[in-house]
């Protein structure tokens, strides 16, 4: 029973970590035109009641906030905020399209200039912030320290370009836009750091000095499991695979999936997945009845919701079984096959179309000089041993 409670505080303590660090924000949106407001995107799963602080006081060059300006206060709603969620915070009010926002107790409201500002997100206290995300529409450079209302340092432990970005118009202090806002993509992010990168690439923002209709759209999640590496090799008559991801969110499972042609997948075994993980994660299996010549696995992985998505397709030589020759991999008149015994010989082209099928009693030299050139699978049934050949006619 300890262990299982253990398990489950611990699963909680790896579920809100982001929540309390750098980049589990971004900002994505700022309008200093009427109507005033910003738009900021919930890079990890939130929980409901988690607090955050956003200011347009600049950070000065010891890492403290200047102050004389506003600080709203905004609170999560009970159904927490999702990856992909966009929150946009207007200044009248203030008030929040999810969650609650209020004037921190004892300070003001913000009120944004035309003259360059930014929005620094913190959580913590106005007097020891932990700074989680930040925007800057100035100038494109972060100055040394905030020597105006209308400028700012690099918050403390962020990174522009990751967890902070800075969109004026030039790189000169002023060089200021009065309005910009994140243009780029809201699809799928294969992890949690392409997220911030991209998002936090000024390259990727609008600007004007005319108001914007900030974009509330939500962005779709990030991809439930960051692949780093997936690799196999053959060993005592076996194929033994390997994986490594570096995130996984909601992972409930995988299949394995294995062709002889890189066409026709089956399912050859199941591996459980670690559920929600922030660090890497190490996997492996051993297929004992690989098919003869070249083996091609996959990896389905599956949510808890259900939700599919397939891993990339690698290739395994297995070397156990008699095999047989194709020669050479670059041809262009003949293709020389050689056989063990009978084997149902088929040629595809890459669209999966059959270009040649016959029975080979032995071995035998193909004319292919009438193939258009491009790149060709050719497949052997021995006996039910199915090995798959590639070759490129020229």
Request: aromatic share 10%; hydrophobic share 40%; charged share 15%.
């Amino acid at each position: 029973m300890k262990n299982v409670l253990l398990c489950f505080v611990f699963c909680l303590i790896s579920l809100s970590t982001y929540a309390q660090s750098a980049g589990a924000i971004a900002i994505i949106g700022i309008n200093s035109d009427s109507p005033d407001g910003f738009t900021f995107v919930a890079i990890d799963d939130i929980p409901a009641s988690t607090v955050f602080f956003f200011t347009d006081n600049g950070v000065l060059s010891d890492g403290s906030l200047r102050t004389g300006e506003g600080i709203i206060e905004y609170t999560v709603g009970a159904g927490g905020l999702s990856q992909g969620d966009v929150v946009l915070i207007s200044q009248s009010g203030p008030s929040a399209s999810e969650g609650v926002a209020a004037v921190a107790n004892t300070f003001s409201n913000i009120n944004l200039s035309a003259s360059g500002d930014q929005i620094i997100a913190f959580i913590g206290s106005p007097a020891t912030p932990v700074y989680i995300a930040a925007a800057q529409t100035n100038s494109t450079l972060w100055q040394m320290t905030a020597s105006s209302s209308n400028n700012s340092a690099l918050p403390t432990g962020l990174t522009d370009g990751t967890t902070a970005v800075a969109v004026g118009s030039g790189s000169g202090a002023g060089d200021e836009f009065d309005n910009s806002e994140y243009t780029g993509t809201r699809g799928s992010f294969a992890d949690r750091n392409a997220a911030l990168t991209t998002i936090n690439d000024a390259s990727n923002w609008t600007g004007s000095n005319s108001s914007i209709t900030l974009n509330s759209t939500d962005f779709a999640p990030l991809l439930p499991v960051s692949l780093t590496s997936f690799s196999g090799n053959h060993f005592n008559n076996n194929i033994e695979l390997n994986w490594v991801t570096s995130l996984e969110i909601n992972n409930d499972y995988f299949d394995v999936q294995r062709s002889a042609n890189m066409k026709d997948f089956v399912t050859i075994g199941k591996v459980i997945g670690n559920g929600n993980m922030t660090r890497e994660s190490e996997y492996a299996f051993t297929d004992r009845n690989p098919l003869a010549g070249v083996n091609y696995y996959r990896l389905a992985q599956y949510d808890f919701n259900g939700d599919m998505e397939f891993h990339k397709v690698i290739a395994v030589e297995n070397r156990s079984k008699t095999s047989s020759k194709v020669y050479p991999t670059l041809a262009k008149a003949q293709l020389n096959v050689e056989v063990y015994e009978e084997s149902a010989l088929t040629i595809r082209n890459s669209q999966g179309q059959l270009i040649n099928s016959q029975i080979l009693a032995d071995s035998k030299s193909i004319n292919i000089s009438d193939f258009a050139p491009g790149i060709y699978y050719l497949q052997l049934n021995t006996n039910g041993n199915i090995e798959t050949h590639k070759f490129v006619k020229l």
